[in-house]
Nanobody
Framework: QVQLVESGGGLVQPGGSLRLSCAAS????????MGWYRQAPGKQRELVSG???????NYADSVKGRFTIARDNAKNTVYLQMNSLKPEDTAVYYC??????????????WGQGTQVTVSS
């Protein structure tokens, strides 16, 4: 079995920063793409940022220049550094990873979600 465990959410004032982490554990052979999604109340889940196993990144237009995604392949962990946070960044943030299990089957896994609230 594989688990994704997120941490780092919380309450922050506008203009502040937070760093999210997501660690994968379990029967992992390798990890392909990893990414962060978010879902605000009453809205659909949307892609915030993704990163390939080789380090290639992409970002939603709304977070470009403010958020930075990174991964540590040795630790099976992906990070999301969020700067200059705005109230509209308020959402539950979910980690996602395409994991190659030790059986060599590939599955997409989700974390449990972590709340980010940007408010004064």
């Amino acid at each position: 079995q594989v688990q994704l465990v997120e941490s780092g959410g919380g309450l922050v004032q506008p203009g502040g920063s937070l760093r999210l982490s997501c660690a994968a554990s379990g029967s992992i052979f390798s990890i392909n793409a990893m990414g962060w999604y978010r879902q605000a109340p009453g809205k659909q889940r949307e892609l915030v940022s993704g990163i390939t196993s080789g380090g290639r990144t992409n970002y939603a237009d709304s977070v470009k220049g403010r958020f930075t995604i990174a991964r540590d392949n040795a630790k099976n962990t992906v990070y999301l550094q969020m700067n200059s946070l705005k109230p509209e960044d308020t959402a539950v943030y979910y980690c996602n990873a395409d994991i190659v299990a030790t059986s060599r089957e590939v599955y997409s896994y989700w974390g449990q979600g972590t709340q980010v609230t940007v408010s004064s």
